[in-house]
């Protein structure tokens, strides 16, 4: 099947627009004027009236079956206060009447406009009910609070210890409901198994949805220890029976290395990976929490918070060790660090794999995901060591308005510095951690372009010397990505001999307005040279 795009603003790289392209099997095979473009022979023409295209956008982090889950969840985002969040729960109580537990997610206490400005506890939780378990998550997913019905089926009481995690015991004595971090995954034991019919849809219905925003790749972790077998045989069979053609390469998450050990001697050996439409991917390792919770790991005390430095999810003897043995396997590592104290740790750590042949140069391309709270130094050896960062410019929209009272403001000059480490030459790339943030990748680009949240604030943006050029942002979110896959010759750009991955535009990011960027919508989404979305 040959296609010609034609009568379009196509965008190959700084300052080089084409107007035609012609497709083929899935590859480009020509990008010119429509005069030179036009004179070969195609089964379909497609006149794009003018309208840009772009390479198609690739999530560097996200987890994209919790998107789906998420559709099926007792929504909390909108929650202004605690009252909203007890009322939206038990109207969904009452609108799903067989329910035997409730999962909720996406609150915020930083968000909370009326009454206590907190983090929920048991007792707000057992206002809901009493008679079946109840689990919130807060948005970053770092903290979950769950209703006393719950800690008592889960035998939790103040003697509970979870290794990497935390209980927080109340002024009486007992648990207040408050778990973080690994505590979070006592909570799996009461939530309902679902049936991989159940979790199919879930994930085809969260691809749906991510390529209608322009996605055509995604980095996601969606392997989580003692899960593992069940979503490696899903995702074999959605993409073994071609039910998707998102580009999916795999984050898998473990903790413990006993599971990792496992995968080693199992899936690593044994599963069938085309490396076009389902890659192996890496090793994703949590080493702290999220600044909005403070389990975010610093060097100092919080601000906001004395006393209080966060959580480490891994000891760094543990995190050397998974490290350690995922390089010796030649896979490569992205490791979730937020506070400074957490990056410093991994910057060291990782300088350590670079010992091992297998390494040299950091030639395996290990990351740090998120990586906020950097000072200068850090910065300035992330670059160095030619170490990958996956940052999520979305996150500006909520942590600019807490990041100074957490940390101080010498501190958060430094952070979120997308700009400087892009001038160091260091590889970065652009994610959502979605449903962490929403997935669309244009308020992602425009909080990476104006430094300003959602509302247009603060004007002039924050610390607006880390601001990026457009063609900057589109190229971090594209080429960008596809390096930590070790593909940025193969997609990410639109270059002859490139797979043929692109989004068509309904309006031109380079010419509108930097405060409507957040508003692009999607016209056409086209995946291996097919057209996977289409706005009716």
């Known amino acids: ?266 899936e690593f050996k044994t599963g069938t990976y085309d490396e076009r439409f389902l890659s192996k991917g890496a090793l994703k390792l949590f080493k702290d929490g999220s600044l909005g919770g403070r389990t975010a790991l610093m060097l100092n005390d919080y601000h906001d918070e004395p006393g209080i430095k966060g959580v480490s999810a891994l000891s760094d003897e543990q995190l050397k060790e998974l490290c350690d043995l995922a390089t010796s396997h030649n896979i490569r590592v992205i490791t979730h660090a937020i506070g400074d104290g957490a990056i410093e740790s991994v910057i060291k750590i990782y300088e350590r794999t670079m010992d091992n042949k297998n390494n040299k140069n950091n030639s395996l391309r290990h990351g740090i995901v998120h990586c906020q709270i950097t000072s200068k130094k850090q910065l300035e050896k992330i670059a160095e060591l030619n170490i990958g960062v996956m940052y999520q410019p979305i996150f500006l929209d909520y942590d600019t308005k807490i990041v100074e009272q957490r940390i101080g403001k010498e501190l958060a000059s430094t952070s979120y510095a997308f700009n400087t480490l892009n001038k160091l030459c260091a590889p970065i790339s652009f994610g959502t951690d979605s449903p962490v943030e929403d997935c669309n990748p244009f308020p992602n680009i425009y909080c990476a372009v104006t430094r300003q949240r959602l509302d247009g604030t603060p004007v002039g943006g924050y610390v607006p010397v880390e601001k990026l050029s457009i063609e900057e942002a589109i190229d971090i979110y594209t080429v960008g990505s596809a390096y930590n896959e070790f593909k940025e010759s193969f997609k990410g750009r639109l270059y002859k001999g490139y797979a043929a991955d692109l989004v068509v535009l309904n309006r031109d990011i380079f010419t509108v307005d930097h405060n409507e960027i957040k508003n692009i919508k999607v016209d056409l989404t086209m995946i291996d040279g097919e057209i996977v979305f289409e706005r009716k």
């Open 1 to 266: 099947m040959r296609t010609i795009l034609k009568n379009a603003k196509i965008y190959v790289d700084k300052e080089n627009f084409q107007e035609s392209m012609l497709i083929s099997d899935g590859i480009i095979k020509e990008v010119g004027t429509d005069e030179y473009i036009l004179n070969f022979e195609a089964d379909n023409v497609i006149d794009l009236d003018g309208k840009t295209v772009l390479p198609g956008l690739n999530d560097s982090h996200m987890h994209l079956s919790a998107i789906g889950e998420a559709m099926s969840l007792c929504d909390l985002t909108p929650c202004r206060s605690i009252d909203e969040i007890i009322e939206t729960s038990k109207r969904f109580l009452i609108n799903n009447t067989n329910l035997n537990i409730i999962v909720g997610r996406g609150w915020n206490q930083d968000n909370f406009v009326t009454g206590e400005k907190r983090i929920l506890t048991r007792f707000d939780l057992d206002k809901i009910s009493t008679d079946i378990p109840i689990i919130l998550k807060r948005i970053c997913a770092h903290i979950a609070t769950v209703n006393s019905k719950a800690l008592k089926i889960l035998n939790i009481d103040e003697s509970t210890f979870v290794d990497g995690g935390e209980i927080i015991i109340g002024s009486d004595g007992k648990p207040n409901g408050i778990l973080t971090e690994n505590a979070i995954s006592l909570t799996n034991a009461i939530i309902p198994e679902k049936t991989d019919a159940d979790r199919e849809k879930e994930f085809l219905k969260a691809a749906e949805y991510a390529v209608s925003v322009g996605l055509t790749s995604v980095q996601s972790n969606d392997v989580i220890n003692d899960n593992c077998k069940d979503i490696f045989r899903i995702l074999h069979n959605i993409y073994d029976k071609k039910k998707t053609k998102l580009r999916y390469d795999a984050q898998f998450n473990f903790q413990n290395i006993n599971y990792f050990n496992e995968y080693l001697e199992t």
